[in-house]
Structure formats: structure tokens, C-alpha cells
């Protein structure tokens, strides 16, 4: 009930400007967002919200999408993950979406870097932003505008039998192995659908309910590397990119629990690669 309390906010949330976003045009002031004036009072409270240096966040997305059901969008930043300062949680943010708190992403210095790639929902013309918060509560931000339109209404793209049949399985891809304390990158890829519960099935004529993953936590010899707060705005079968900083052998670890409480692990061993 608490998940569909919550839905159910997101979507008064939005009514009030989403006619507005759906007029956006890319040399609108982001600032100007109804819907982002309501987000940001909402889970920033007033702070101060610096633009981002170009050294410290970039967002990638397309200005135009191929396909507003599966648009990718890469965080990026520069910043060592350490003791010292270090961003702490990245937020994604898409304006137009029904839910437009898309994801809230936390970080910790065993992280390597505080980056994330995923492919995402958009459902209509909006403002996408991408905003940093370091370890000792400062926020910074950087907007991009994404033309697409449907995504969150778009039917599922795999068979209904099919996707029921591979629920929750899981598997990582790890790229160039394990050397020393040197940041690796990694690929969470999670057979869901992630139905959004705005789509109609095309021969019941009926929507198909909302069923999607909504957190992701991923670890490494039991130390956080990044846990994310997520929704339908992430896109069918979600896909992550993300770096880990090794320490020696050990288990790479992600625990996903979706919208119906249902919980799925996978686990991969690595070994430190000699030199």
C-alpha cells in the first residue's frame, strides 16, 4: 500500500505542470519548471543547489531519442571516491515524467567513482537533471533537454510469458578483471519488466498493472559500492553501469527487492589478476 501511497503523491506531483511540459521547448528556463520547483522544495528543502563544474558532474543523454522507452543516460564525474570529500548521492531527475523522481543513487568511497549508466523512460519533452551531493551536504547540478515522448505508456518490448519465465535473474559483466586498487567497471543487467502500470495490453485492452524494480543494492567483499532508490521511469530489463574499487579477491553482490516485495541475489566471485 505504501508503494502505491507513494505512486499516487508522484502523480499529483505532476498534474499540475505536465501540460506545461509537454509545450517545453529547449530554450525554456529549467528553472522555470513547475514540476521541478515542486521536486526541489520537496527533497531539498531550499538548499542551495551550485551549477556543477564541468570537471566535477557531466549528464549524457540524447537531445532527440530513438526510442522514449529506452533512452540512455550515462552520470559522470571526475571526482575521487575517498575519505577525504566525495559525492555521496547523484540524483536523476526527469521533469515530465509521471514519476519524476527517477532514481536517487548513494555512493561510498569503496564506489571508485560516483557514476551510474542506465537506460530510462521519458514521457514527454522535458528537463533532465542529474544532481550531486558530496559528503558534507552540498548540492550541485547540471540540466540536459531530451525531445521524446510515450515512453511511460509504450507497451512492453519481450513476450509476457517470456518475461514472466526470467523474472529477477541476474548476471554481471566485469570489464578488463581485478588489479590492485585500480577502479573497475561493471554491468548489473536484471531480467524485469518494469512495468510502469501506464501501458495497455494490445489484445486485453486492459492496463497492465504496475510491477517494477524499486532498489537495487550492489557490494563488493561486503562493502557498499552504490544502492539505488528506483522506479518505472527506469527502463524494461534495467541495465547498470557502474565502477567498484577491489581490494583483493572478492564477491561482487546485488540484491534487488521490486514493487511486489520480491527479492533476487546474484553473486560473482573475482580474483585479483597477478601482475
Known amino acids: 500500500m505504501k508503494h502505491l501511497a507513494r505512486l499516487f503523491a508522484l502523480l499529483l506531483l505532476v498534474a499540475a505542470g505536465l501540460s506545461q511540459a509537454r ?88 564506489s571508485g567513482r560516483a557514476e551510474i549508466e542506465t537506460r530510462v523512460r521519458v514521457d514527454a519533452y522535458s528537463h533532465v537533471r542529474a544532481i550531486a551531493e558530496t559528503s558534507d551536504g552540498q548540492l550541485f547540478g547540471v540540466t540536459r533537454f531530451v ?49 510502469s502500470g501506464l501501458a495497455m495490453d494490445q489484445y486485453s485492452r486492459q492496463f497492465t498493472p504496475a510491477h517494477y524494480v524499486r532498489k537495487v543494492d550492489v557490494t563488493y567483499d561486503g562493502k557498499p559500492v552504490f544502492s539505488a532508490d528506483v522506479d518505472f521511469s527506469i527502463s524494461e530489463n534495467p541495465n547498470f553501469r557502474f565502477w567498484f574499487l577491489p581490494q583483493g579477491n572478492g564477491e561482487l553482490r546485488a540484491t ?20
Open 23 to 110: 509545450n517545453l521547448q529547449p530554450t525554456d528556463d529549467p528553472e522555470s519548471s513547475p514540476v521541478w520547483q515542486k521536486v526541489r522544495a520537496s527533497i531539498f528543502e531550499g538548499r542551495s543547489i551550485a551549477p556543477a563544474p564541468a570537471d566535477m558532474l557531466v549528464l549524457e543523454a540524447p537531445s532527440r531519442a530513438i526510442d522514449a522507452a529506452v533512452v540512455p543516460i550515462a552520470i559522470r564525474s571526475r571526482w575521487p571516491q575517498g575519505a577525504g570529500r566525495y559525492i555521496s548521492k547523484l540524483y536523476l531527475i526527469i521533469d515530465a515524467n509521471p514519476s519524476p523522481i527517477s532514481a536517487i543513487f548513494q555512493f561510498s568511497p569503496e
Open 147 to 195: 525531445k521524446a515522448s510515450g515512453g511511460c505508456s509504450a507497451p512492453a518490448g519481450s513476450d509476457a510469458q517470456a518475461a514472466a519465465a526470467s523474472l529477477g535473474q541476474m548476471r554481471f559483466r566485469v570489464e578488463g578483471g581485478l588489479k590492485g586498487r585500480t577502479p573497475v567497471l561493471a554491468q548489473l543487467m536484471i531480467d524485469h519488466p518494469n512495468h
Open 256 to 275: 534487488v527487492v521490486d514493487s511486489r516485495d520480491l527479492r533476487f541475489v546474484a553473486a560473482q566471485a573475482l580474483r585479483d589478476t597477478p601482475k
